[in-house]
């Protein structure tokens, strides 16, 4: 089992940018594609972005194309989720996770990540 810990959230204005880092110990990530998905007050932890083990395949959620970069640092065994133009309805509890399988897809649901963070919270102000 990998232990994953997101780091990187905090207060910002709206328009602004942040960068999300999630830090993996217990076993390599190879060659699991990571995720990011994130969680608002009364809402249902919902899918952001995923990619690949090599970086070379990514996908994102509609509400966050062209803003929000996912990217892995292998040696380091650390992905990241580069933030920008924020807007207030990105404020989220945000979480990394580790899937099950090698295998990549485009489409992925929870059940798809055996691994989790424990989230670092995300907050824009408008």
């Known amino acids: 089992q990998v232990q994953l810990v997101e780091s990187g959230g905090g207060l910002v204005q709206a328009g602004g940018s942040l960068r999300l880092s999630c830090a993996a110990s217990g076993r390599t990530l190879s060659p699991l594609p990571m995720a990011w998905f994130r969680q608002a007050p009364g809402k249902e932890r919902a899918f952001v972005s995923v990619?690949?083990?090599?970086?070379?395949?990514?996908t994102y959620a509609d509400s966050v194309k062209g803003r929000f970069t996912i990217s892995r640092d292998n040696a380091k065994n650390t992905v990241y989720l580069q933030m920008n133009s924020l807007k207030p309805e990105d404020t989220a509890v945000y979480y990394c996770?580790?899937?099950?399988?090698?295998?990549?897809?485009?489409?992925?649901?929870?059940?798809?990540?055996?691994?989790w963070g424990q989230g670092t919270q995300v907050t824009v102000s408008s």
């Open positions: 996770a580790a899937a099950r399988s090698s295998f990549y897809k485009r489409n992925y649901q929870l059940d798809d990540f055996g691994s």
């Open positions: 990619i690949n083990w090599t970086g070379a395949s990514t």
